[in-house]
């Protein structure tokens, strides 16, 4: 009989939890699948993007086919933004989205659900037909509030209904922490929009809004009494918001690093921080000299960071897609297919 020394079995129990947590948080080589959101107006895939989704075992595409807004002048709902298919579509399986405001719902009648349902599903047809997409859900996008709750309840259970469809809903993190007060949509999944979890700042020192772990850490120890089945969406895409006598006036997708890296118009005021040399006008956009730009993105390691975070909260017995939004704008240059691999393993 060998005899262990206390001394040694403590060591040995600790070596033991040691490895089991560390094991915990280790990436999972049976990750579930990897998709991406489409959200631009013209569906045009270049070839970088379709060898992208095929390196990276991409086998779903989540496209925004549309946004419903209201009308304050005609008092009504419609539709804006229509996806237009440039070209073919691709092999992955296609799954519908259609975003729609929140105002929407605040300012629709009861009586005027049940057809907003219809017509949504009427233009979703439309548009599958007319591309040969064979889809199997629907995904509404919708950041829905106490005032808009029960009618945006009402209008998905309407379009489950009739579609005979799988219907999935976008989740914010505010809606998972405090969800017996905001409420559970009556869908089949979830989709846990993993970004824009922080406040807009004009002050050059206040944490990355897109993702940043400590705003992050505010909401995600109530993810395992979510009462819905999550899938995960991560965020790709950077923004800058334009500061003006320490305000801000606008965020723009399509100013990044490379605008502001341009020494002949922006100075470095800080860490991604720049302020303009002169007035100018650049695609559109009026920049004014002082105008300080704060630059907000996302890359592999803030993934890495991300992805490491949300899954120790996560079941990792329960399989789930990670959609990355989104590729229309994706910086190809700043991303490998591989990358996308190693971040979906951790869940």
């Not at 089949?188 to 004009?202: E, V």
């Not at 944490?207 to 505010?218: Q, V």
């Not at 860490?271 to 592999?300: C, H, N, P, W």
């Not at 990670?322 to 691999?341: M, P, R």
Request: aromatic share 12%.
């Amino acid at each position: 009989m060998v005899i262990i020394s206390a001394g040694l079995h403590f060591r040995l129990i600790s070596c033991m939890l040691f490895l089991t947590i560390y094991c915990s948080s280790c990436k999972n080589n049976d990750q579930g699948p990897t998709a991406f959101y489409y959200w631009k107006q013209n569906f045009a895939l270049g070839t970088k993007q379709v060898q992208l989704l095929k390196n990276a075992g991409c086998n779903k595409l989540y496209i925004r086919f549309f946004d419903i807004k209201w009308d304050t002048k005609n008092n009504r709902p419609y539709p804006e933004a229509i996806v237009n298919f440039n070209g073919l579509t691709p092999a992955q399986n296609i799954t519908p989205v259609i975003f729609i405001t929140n105002q929407t719902f605040e300012k629709l009648d009861k009586d005027s659900i049940n057809s907003l349902a219809i017509k949504s599903l009427a233009l979703i047809e439309r548009l599958t037909k007319n591309q040969h997409i064979a889809y199997q859900a629907i995904q509404v996008d919708c950041d829905w509030t106490m005032r808009s709750k029960e009618s945006y309840f009402s209008f998905l259970s309407t379009l489950k209904a009739i579609s005979k469809k799988k219907l999935e809903a976008t989740i914010r993190l505010h809606q998972v922490k405090y969800q017996f007060k905001t409420g559970i949509p009556p869908v089949d999944r979830g989709i846990l929009m993993f970004y824009n979890m922080g406040k807009l700042s004009p002050d050059p020192a206040a944490p990355n809004s897109i993702y940043n772990p400590g705003d992050a850490a505010t909401y995600i120890s109530s993810l395992p009494r979510y009462l819905l089945p999550l899938d995960i969406a991560l965020p790709v895409f950077s923004w800058s918001l334009q500061i003006r006598d320490g305000k801000i006036i606008q965020v723009y997708g399509k100013i990044g690093s490379a605008e502001l890296s341009n020494t002949a118009k922006f100075t470095p005021a800080g860490k991604m921080v720049y302020r303009a040399a002169s007035s100018f006008f650049t695609g559109g956009i009026y920049i004014k000299t002082g105008d300080i730009f704060k630059l907000e993105q996302t890359d592999k390691n803030t993934l890495d960071q991300a992805a490491q975070q949300l899954s120790a909260h996560l079941n990792k017995k329960d399989k789930r897609t990670i959609i990355y939004y989104e590729l229309g704008n994706l910086n190809l240059s700043a991303y490998k297919a591989t990358d996308f691999k190693e971040i979906s393993a951790y869940f």
